[in-house]
């Protein structure tokens, strides 16, 4: 690679190449599945199409965060990665009933697999899943969430693959075929815990949930003992787009000499304590009023009509 790439650059090639990987193994695990009767390669196939959608994810945010935010779109097009997840997140779940369902019905009445063939796919599976997980790691140094996310799949999907071996060894020398709805069973599970923490963490992100990291109430109390002229913190709005936190709150602060140092010492304090680097602070000088200021919102100051031009 020309070192004329930048650092997303490279993460861009890398996922990518995970991608093209994992989603052309999942395709082989799939028929490979389907032809060998085994349920449990067909769970470890679902499980690489939560990889496959975690990359595609990872992809599609280096993509939208290089794109300008415009008029229409303030924030660029960073939350369709957030949609897209919990997109993924619900095709899991209804993956995983199916699997379950299956599962339960093979074990009713026991389908013949065939150990061999089923062998040769897990194990295919799993020299898949090291390439993949390899070509993540190698940008790990980069503190990039969504890779860290997919680095993560794919360790999840290795134990996928280990089981699909299992059960393989299992049929191949006991005969046993029960072993193959009990292990995809168990790798069903590892699909859901994921499915479920990808659901709940992006359906945080879309109703607008402060970031997990930053706990609103401890803020005001740092700001108001960290900068000394900071009197008192209210109307905090704290959300997450992509991965960067954005806030609004007002302060109400000791009258300044220079107003605008002040105002940039919040901004640095903001940035330094929490990487909050998109910040938008109103300053007041006289007391917020009707106690309403250690609600997060709370009764107009005055009358109604007076209130629309606080915010």
Known sequence: MAHAHTEKDGNRHRLLAAFVVTTGFMVIEIAGGLISGSLALLADAGHML?????LLMALLAVQFARRKPNARHTFGLLRLTTLAAFVNAMALLVITLLIVWEAIHRFMQPQPVAGGLMLGVA?????ANLLSFWLLHRGSEEKNLNVRAAALHVLGDLLG???AIVAALIVMYTGWTPIDPILSMLVSALVLRSAWALMK????ELLEGAPAAIDADKLKRALTLGIAEVRNVHHIHLWQV???PVITL?????????????????????HEHYQI????VQM????CENGDCDLMWGPPEHAPHHHHHHH
Not at 123 to 127: D, M, N, R
Not at 201 to 204: A, G, I, T, V
Not at 250 to 270: E, G, K, M, S, T
């Open 123 to 127: 194990v295919a599976g799993l020299l």
């Open 250 to 270: 007002h302060v109400q602060v000791i009258p300044p000499r220079d107003h605008d140092a002040l105002l940039h010492r919040i901004h640095a304090w903001l």
């Open 277 to 280: 680097e998109h910040a938008t």
């Open 284 to 287: 007041e000088f006289q007391r």
């Open 242 to 244: 992509g991965e960067k």
């Open 201 to 204: 963490e992006s359906l945080h």
């Open 161 to 163: 693959s280990v089981g």
């Open 50 to 54: 939560t990889d496959a959608a975690a």
